[in-house]
């Protein structure tokens, strides 16, 4: 497993800010654009979505 860096923490909680349910497209470009899988990012933001409903 990976951790995320704090440079992609950043970005990854700024997308999330601004939509908990990212389409394949939008997921897609943040995995590019942060060096991380697809399946990185999902898994990420289902994680998040989890932690946000505690």
């Known amino acids: ?4 860096s704090r440079a ?3 970005i990854l909680e700024k997308a ?3 939509n908990p349910k ?3 497209r ?3 470009q943040l995995a590019q654009q942060l060096e991380m899988t697809m399946r ?3 898994v990420w933001f ?3 979505r989890a932690k946000a409903k505690q």
């Open 1 to 4: 497993r990976r951790r995320t």
């Open 8 to 10: 992609q923490f950043k």
């Open 16 to 18: 999330f800010r601004e």
């Open 22 to 24: 990212p389409s394949a």
């Open 26 to 28: 939008v997921r897609h």
């Open 40 to 42: 990185g990012v999902q």
């Open 46 to 48: 289902q994680n998040r």
